[in-house]
T-cell receptor, first 115, second 113 residues
Framework: AQSVTQLGSHVSVSEGALVLLRCNYS??????LFWYVQYPNQGLQLLLK??????LVKGINGFEAEFKKSETSFHLTKPSAHMSDAAEYFC?????????????FGQGTILTVHP | NAGVTQTPKFQVLKTGQSMTLQCAQD?????MYWYRQDPGMGLRLIYY???????DKGEVPNGYNVSRLNKREFSLRLESAAPSQTSVYFC????????????FGPGTRLLVL
């Protein structure tokens, strides 16, 4: 079985400040890890993903995440927040193989950016 | 490419009514999925179809049925709607190659009174 825990259902930062959204996972096999963003009344858009290889993954809109196997973490960061980053962010894990790409999602973190 | 499309965008039902949510993708993906999103619970998998002609239950299948009509289309049916099925429903499809990225539709907001 696989699971995802996102620490903090709400995160608030000032414009220009560091964004850090935390994600821990559990998986019995090497995982594929994803971060999705959801803007109000829209579907989910892929920010970035880790499959294999380099553990520091860069995504769209200046976001990046680092896969740390020893800590079972995949935290999302952005050096400088922008007002347009305000959205809900979801971390997800997939085990690949016969799981047929099924994703298990965390509960989501709502990011608020203050001027 | 339209990607993943869903109809309707919004629906209000009375308890006991039935309806079908439609999903189609034009990316030639093999696998398709239905999720529901509820506040504070993330997205939970209802049913999935690994390939045309196959369907399997996900985490929360009770009260739902699905049909993989062809490679493009995957529908979700509520036979007798209940207030607990008030939610936002997302359809997704998976890219065949690479790291199993799923692409999501815009969602259907369902209110059951």
């Amino acid at each position: 079985a696989q699971s995802v825990t996102q620490l903090g259902s709400h995160v608030s930062v000032s414009e220009g400040a560091l964004v850090l959204l935390r994600c821990n996972y559990s998986s019995s096999v090497p995982p594929y890890l994803f971060w999705y963003v959801q803007y109000p009344n829209q579907g989910l858009q892929l920010l970035l993903k880790y499959t294999t290889g380099a553990t520091l993954v860069k995504g769209i809109n200046g976001f990046e995440a680092e896969f740390k196997k020893s800590e079972t973490s995949f935290h999302l960061t952005k050096p400088s927040a922008h007002m347009s980053d305000a959205a809900e962010y979801f971390c997800a894990v997939s085990s690949g193989g016969t799981s047929y790409g099924k994703l298990t999602f965390g509960q989501g973190t709502i990011l608020t950016v203050h001027p | 490419n339209a990607g993943v499309t869903q109809t309707p965008k919004f629906q209000v039902l009375k308890t006991g009514q039935s309806m079908t949510l439609q999903c189609a993708q034009d990316m030639n993906h093999n696998s398709m999925y239905w999720y529901r999103q509820d506040p504070g619970m993330g997205l939970r998998l209802i049913y999935y179809s690994a390939s045309e002609g196959t369907t399997d239950k996900g985490e929360v299948p009770n009260g739902y049925n699905v049909s993989r009509l062809n490679k493009r289309e995957f529908s979700l049916r509520l036979e007798s709607a209940a207030p607990s099925q008030t939610s936002v429903y997302f359809c997704a499809s998976r890219r065949q190659a690479g790291g199993e990225t799923q692409y999501f539709g815009p969602g259907t907001r369902l209110l059951v009174l």
